[in-house]
């Protein structure tokens, strides 16, 4: 029979089904503090996930820190699966389901891919692309394609019903600069935007920069020396119609004069298309 150290019991105030990356940090954190004691592994599992908010996801090594104790712990989790008290998200992710009137809620974007945006407290990814563009008021379309921004990418895969793929990012990523390279990957990939236009994109993303503090403008005009010269290009026509000259011109500079921008829909649309050389 198998028996683990219980010595801390994380049951308290997590009952709100809604939680910021804060509170969910907080309680990763806390996840990683019992050992439990005199306490079989499926009784201690179910009372360390008893008071887990609905959504949040966690797998075995998130409550059990003994190797030895792996088996045992999957076995008991995947019979709770099986009791539906869990539900899977994929292989070795779990989380409880919140049941409301108009059915079973899934997990947020951010709890499916965690795993895949921090380690050990440090930003190794963001969400962008499709994962973003309906927060950014780009397209009211949901996809079920999750793309993640980091600097060493690698093949698509699937968890659950999500295809998780990633997008190379150049920039050193911080939790600073994650709102601004969100921008500046819609700007990039501005032609894919589902349901929507380049012209009704481009109006949005202006919309946009022109909120941003010049500090942040800034900055991002930065970060758009790692992206492909039609990014700039864009971005500082962007930036010149805001009445950014400086930045602007200082993006021209790094664009070869001769080189065309093929946007369809953009050309005919803003005043400084043809200086920018996009059509």
């Not at 894919?192 to 941003?212: G, H, Q, T, Y």
Request: net charge positive.
């Amino acid at each position: 029979m198998v028996y683990i150290v219980y010595r801390h019991n994380i049951r308290s105030s997590f009952v709100c089904p809604q939680m910021s990356s804060f509170l969910y940090k907080k309680l990763d954190i806390l996840l990683s503090l019992g050992k439990p004691e005199h306490m079989k592994v499926a009784e201690y599992i179910a009372e360390k996930i008893k008071d887990l908010p609905k959504g949040y996801v966690f797998s075995y090594s998130d409550i059990i820190k003994q190797p030895e104790n792996k088996d045992a712990a999957i076995k008991a989790l995947n019979r709770m699966v099986s009791a539906k008290k869990l539900a899977k998200l994929g292989k070795g992710k779990y989380y409880k389901v919140e049941e409301t009137v108009f059915g079973k809620l899934e997990p947020d974007l951010y709890q499916v891919v965690k795993d895949l945006l921090e380690s050990n407290g440090n930003v190794t990814g963001y969400l962008t692309g499709y994962s973003i563009y309906n927060k950014l008021g780009l397209t009211t379309q949901v996809s079920n394609t999750i793309q993640i921004g980091k600097n060493d990418i690698r093949y698509p895969f699937k968890r659950g019903r999500y295809t998780i793929a990633f997008v190379k990012q150049k920039n050193t990523i911080t939790k600073d600069n994650i709102p601004l390279l969100q921008i500046l990957d819609a700007i990039r990939y501005i032609k894919k935007i589902p349901d929507a236009s380049p012209r009704s994109s481009f109006e949005r993303l202006l919309s946009l920069v022109a909120a941003l503090p010049r500090a942040d403008q800034k900055k991002m005009a930065g970060l758009l020396l790692k992206y492909p010269a039609s990014t700039r290009a864009l971005a500082g026509a962007m930036l010149e119609i805001l009445g950014n000259i400086e930045l602007a011109e200082n993006l021209r500079d790094t664009l070869n004069p001769v080189t065309v921008y093929k946007i369809p829909g953009i050309g005919d649309s803003i005043a400084n298309a043809k200086d920018w050389n996009i059509q």
